[in-house]
């Protein structure tokens, strides 16, 4: 009792009662005297010593108020002791304050269990497929397995749920593919999106915890609500992760691409290329030689002003090596790579993902997205994408998606291309 008086707070006391304040040391607080003391200041004050009818309400109260976001011990004790000075009930030892806490926190992540699994369960067929993760025979009625083929449905559950935890490779062609389909997998169990609305990240991110350190022989030792929700927490967490990692990798690939083109461009440029000096005076020399002979051929005149035909080549070379030819030609490597390699699976990408943007500088490229939907290139969507209102996929022509530079030329010539996605001709 004495270790839990505040030194500032005895030596103000102590001052205002004209005494020392070492002279507590010589007060016996398990005394008869002691007792009646804090009786009377008890009376004085309306404080009162914790009962087991206050021990129930503050566990109540602690559960009513951390059981969506809140399990950090520290925030509780300061709760609790919040509650305990509005109250005017004496704080019991540090035991007893340890055992509410303890008590609050479990009953409170029961309440979040239980609601949880709730809304899991109203979802019809969700807690069914959650159990499927786990479970290799849901029924029990199925045939008799022999050891080796249980075994190897044992290792198929605890292939898809390793696949689903792991995260992802480098990237890569076979990367994106992986990560397409771990996302197909989660969303294929259907968790509500609002079945953790209310319960704070913190919580949400513990259970997955829990989930992911488990096996599934682990998992299937809790009960079926316990389960339910910490498979959930894992998926609903996951589905998040894996859609920003495929929006990474595609980010990444399309760097790679670029960057792969650039330099193939640059080194085919830099093999072929040689600096010509003194264009100006090489321009009059070869004027004056074509006016001095107009009737003789380009070999017999022009070569010999230019000194040769290799200087002529090397300029023809310097002048392809513009930023307009440069671009041009990185855009053609830039395309073959794409429609050689890495078409599969970015179109892939664009079954599982939607792209939406409510900033204007990003509209021609959702627009064009729209377009590749609306002419049938991503033929194998699922119905409900495939089908949507014509007022949700954008503008019917190609204004403000091409860039001007794939403007030039014959407008018709790139009637039904964007970006080096070809399309099928209108019927």
């Not at 080549?313 to 073959?336: G, H, I, P, Y």
């Not at 409510?358 to 002419?375: F, G, M, T, W, Y």
Request: aromatic residues 4%; glycine residues 6%.
């Amino acid at each position: 009792m004495r270790l839990e008086l505040p030194p500032d707070a005895v030596e103000h006391v102590a001052k205002q009662a004209g005494v020392a304040a070492s002279e507590l040391a010589f007060y016996d607080f398990t005394s008869r005297a002691a007792k009646r003391h804090r009786s009377e200041l008890r009376d004085l004050t309306g404080w009162h010593e914790c009962t087991k009818t206050d021990l129930v309400k503050l566990v109540s109260h602690l559960v009513d108020v951390i059981w969506h976001d809140e399990r950090r011990e520290e925030q509780v004790r300061a709760e609790l002791l919040r509650q305990m000075r509005a109250d005017l009930i004496e704080p019991p030892t540090a035991v007893q304050v340890d055992t509410i806490i303890r008590s609050a926190l479990h009953q409170a992540d029961e309440r979040a269990v239980a609601e949880a699994a709730a809304r899991l369960a109203r979802a019809e067929g969700c807690t069914r497929r959650l159990d499927a993760l786990v479970f290799t025979d849901l029924t029990g009625d199925g045939p008799a397995q022999d050891d080796a083929t249980a075994q190897d449905d044992e290792d198929d559950v605890e292939s898809v749920l390793a696949d689903i935890k792991a995260h992802p490779g480098n990237v890569s062609l076979n990367s994106l593919l992986d990560e397409i389909s771990k996302l197909k997998q989660v969303r294929a169990v259907g968790i509500p999106e609002k079945v953790f609305t209310g319960i704070g990240v913190q919580v949400i991110n513990a259970w997955r915890a829990r989930a992911s350190a488990s096996s599934p022989s682990h998992l299937r030792r809790f009960a079926p609500e316990v389960r339910h929700v910490l498979l959930a927490a894992l998926l609903f967490q996951r589905q998040r992760e894996i859609t920003d990692t495929l929006v990474e990798l595609l980010n990444s690939t399309v760097h790679r691409i670029n960057a792969r083109a650039e330099k193939k461009v640059t080194e085919a440029f830099v093999a072929e290329f040689t600096k010509v000096r003194g264009k100006a005076g090489l321009l009059g020399r070869i004027a004056a030689a074509s006016l001095g002979a107009p009737e003789g051929s380009v070999r017999e005149v022009v070569y010999p002003a230019a000194g040769g035909e290799k200087t002529l080549k090397d300029l023809v070379a310097e002048m392809k090596a513009t930023n307009a030819a440069f671009a041009r030609s990185k855009r053609e490597v830039f395309k073959s790579s794409y429609s050689n390699h890495y078409r599969a699976g970015l179109m892939k990408l664009l079954e599982v993902l939607d792209f939406r943007s409510s900033n204007d500088r990003h509209k021609p490229v959702i627009e064009a997205l729209a377009l590749i939907e609306r002419q049938g290139l991503l033929h194998h969507l699922p119905a409900a994408r495939r089908d949507r209102p014509a007022a949700r996929r954008g503008p019917q022509g190609l204004d403000g998606v091409r860039p001007p530079h794939l403007r030039q030329g014959d407008p018709a010539r790139h009637a039904h291309r964007v970006r080096g996605v070809r399309l099928p001709d209108p019927a």
